[in-house]
């Protein structure tokens, strides 16, 4: 099973778009050059809406809400010791390093997108002061160390890696206000980077900044295309050279296929690196090494949910390892800016993999817990390292607010937003793209009039998607849709009217008018997906389904050393039925049709990521497989599937118990699941 099915067309079509683009961009460059000191702007295929012109709708605006209120709204108070007022970059003695940024870069586009003052003010104290505090020389942040503390990072202060999350918080802030002050800011940094880093280069200080370069990059070409400084390309080379060398390791090197060679999260965030460098240079070699790159991750290490085995080195995919919230965040807004750099739409399939699969399952209902690591099969949560290959002194799996490594706690806040702004692009052209759905309501210019499209869908649990414009006046601007890689039976119509020939990005231009509907049916059927030790997966449209089990919570007080380090408490969850099951072959490999779907119209709408509420179900007949077991305090090893390809194997491969129906619910919906089933 590919997640990348058959796409090697729509890349050509996209790189061929941008060689004939390379062609006019050189002749245009010959000419300004002659013509003036400056270069020409770099070619995005899509630009971003100001924060707060995608409003979400429905469950999407609730899962913010939820947020908002679970956390976010309230870290600097439930976690004061880090990110309240004595964190370096408000100017205090206390934490310096990434966590400050980190809550930002999720808080502050959660503030605009859901137009709320009170958060918006808290965001402001941390770009104000960055703004205010800018050294003569450049330099951003603060840049004095002090002796550890437990719990704090007060050393390193000069440590690249921390001020690339504030560049991304810059970046969005000025997107969502316009406030000059950030591009003063920018131009002064990255002229201090351009001088600085030949004798002290990313990774001087720790290796994380070399890993994570991409992003350091993007917004340097970002300011580039804002002010056409030339020098800020002479930046950008020196950052790709100095950058890890995903290219080359994607395309020639052994890095995806073998365990421990890379941490998880630079995996997930410098990913983009050669595609974002690629805006600049136009060479399809960087393009296909992240392509290669994409294909081997899913081979080597993939999971059903769109994540990879990472806990926290790279490790493979067993459905027992982990995948860190960290990395779900990150691994998104990779996908984010590779899909507005290149337009090519299994961006954006890979995102919704994750944003509506691993994402929703990592995190309470409520926002106040999350865990570290989750698995694809996780039968119980439980204390314990768990073949982990960084356990967390046992912390890794359980629920909590500060167990394990506190990356996550300040790390996940920017998920949800920048998923709900990347829903909306604008084509240079003067158009709009809806690239990625869910509910919710754009508002901007097109072609003179003011236009607000309403997005009515209960996406991703239904496949139906009704767009409702409303405009000032008649205008004329084409309207870009994706259609998903699994979608079946595509109907798309304007205002009753069928259009015909939808393609992977399908364009629709015409005059619009006040009240004009487009509506897009995206067919969604049953398929099995092939895993670790030949597994099973089903899923249908962007939704993994799997086995959700009851739960029952336990609470464990902490104490002692791990108190100081690991919060008051942790949670343990474990199942209240049985789950170890396998699938029968004669239905999900042969008869797959035969699997019925359940739509509960009572629920389709609502906020869906519980057990509860799961508004869609399967129904597959499956049979428990007596010797497979607990173990280590999870789900034993996934019993082995024979006959994937070689056709041979022993069937029945485990001695028949009775025959069930066992009903399977979105993997988000899940905390207990079995998603990788063996077949029987
Ligand atoms: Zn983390």
Redesign the pocket.
């Known amino acids: 099973m590919s997640i990348l099915p058959g796409n090697s067309k729509e890349f050509r079509r996209i790189i061929g778009i941008f060689e004939d683009m390379k062609r006019i961009t050189i002749l245009l460059v010959v000419f300004l050059v002659a013509s003036c000191t400056k270069t020409p702007q770099l070619e995005r295929r899509y630009e971003e809406l100001p924060l707060g012109a995608i409003k979400p709708e429905g469950w999407l605006r609730e899962t913010l809400i939820r947020q908002r209120d679970g956390i976010t709204a309230h870290l600097d108070e439930t976690y004061p010791q880090v990110v309240g007022d004595g964190n370096g970059w408000l100017g205090g003695e206390g934490d310096r390093w990434e966590r400050g940024p980190y809550w930002v870069d999720g808080m502050l586009p959660l503030a605009y997108i859901l137009d709320d003052d009170e958060l918006k003010a808290k965001a402001q104290k941390w770009v104000d002061w960055t703004l205010e505090n800018q050294r003569e020389d450049g330099f951003i942040g603060p840049d004095k160390g002090y002796p550890y503390v437990e719990g704090l990072q007060r050393g390193m202060p000069l440590d690249w890696w921390p001020r690339i999350v504030m560049l991304k918080v810059l970046q969005q802030y000025y997107n969502a206000t316009g406030d000059l002050r950030v591009l003063d800011c920018l131009g002064k940094y990255f002229k201090y980077q351009l001088q600085t880093l030949p004798k002290t280069p990313l990774d001087t200080y720790t290796f994380w900044a070399k890993y994570r370069a991409g992003d350091n990059l993007d917004v340097v070409l970002w300011y580039y295309n804002l002010t056409w400084e030339p020098w800020l390309l002479k930046l950008a080379d020196l950052l790709h050279e100095q950058s890890f060398d995903f290219t080359g390791e994607f395309l020639e090197g052994d890095l995806l296929s073998t365990k421990a060679s890379i941490h998880c999260?630079n995996l997930a965030q410098g990913l983009k690196e050669p595609v974002v460098y690629w805006q600049y240079k136009k060479d399809e070699r960087l393009i296909e090494a992240v392509y290669k790159g994409l294909q081997d991750i899913e081979r080597y290490n993939g999971f059903p949910n769109g994540m990879f085995g990472g806990d926290e080195a790279l490790h493979g995919n067993d459905p027992r390892q982990g995948s860190?919230?960290?990395s779900a965040v990150e691994l998104m807004y990779s996908y984010e800016q590779m899909l507005k750099i290149t337009g090519v739409t299994e961006f954006a399939d890979m995102l919704e993999r994750v944003a509506f699969n691993a994402l929703p399952a990592q995190t309470s209902s409520d926002f106040t817990l999350h865990q570290?690591f989750q698995k694809p099969n996780q039968a119980q949560i439980t204390y314990g390292q768990h073949n982990f290959d960084v356990g967390q002194e046992g912390t890794g799996q359980v629920f909590g607010f500060l167990t394990a490594?506190p990356?996550?706690l300040t790390?996940q806040h920017q998920g949800w937003p920048k998923f709900t702004q990347n829903l909306w692009y604008r084509i240079p052209d003067g158009g709009l793209a809806a690239m990625v759905y869910s509910p919710c309501t754009v508002t901007t210019e097109c072609a003179g009039a003011r236009v607000t499209i309403e997005e009515r869908t209960a996406y991703p649990m239904d496949g139906l998607i009704e767009f409702v414009f409303s405009m000032s006046e008649p205008a004329s601007f084409p309207l870009e849709l994706r259609i998903p890689e699994w979608a079946r039976g595509v109907k798309l119509t304007v205002n009753g009217k069928p259009i015909e020939d939808t393609d992977w990005l399908t364009r629709i231009e015409r005059e619009w008018h006040d009240g004009d509907i487009v509506r897009l049916e995206l067919g969604m059927e049953v398929k099995a997906s092939r895993w670790y030790e030949n597994s099973v997966a089903l899923e249908r449209g962007p939704l993994v389904y799997a086995l959700g089990l009851g739960e029952r919570w336990k609470k464990t007080v902490m104490t002692g050393y791990q108190r100081e380090k690991f919060g008051d408490c942790y949670w343990e969850v474990f199942p209240t039925q049985p789950w170890n099951y396998g699938l029968m072959r004669n239905q999900v490999l042969n008869d797959i049709e035969s699997v019925e779907v359940e739509v509960d119209s009572t629920k389709i709408g609502g906020w869906p990521w519980t057990l509860d509420a799961a508004p869609v179900r399967l129904k597959v007949r499956a049979a428990r497989i007596a010797s497979w077991q607990l173990y280590g305090g999870d789900a034993g090893p996934l019993p082995w599937t024979p006959g994937g390809g070689a056709d041979v194997g022993d069937w029945p491969n485990y001695p028949l118990e009775p025959e069930e129906i066992i009903t399977l619910v979105p993997y988000g919906c899940t905390k207990l699941r079995i998603s990788e089933f063996p077949v029987l």
Do not use: D, T
């Open positions: 999260v860190e919230l960290c570290y490594y990356c996550c790390n």
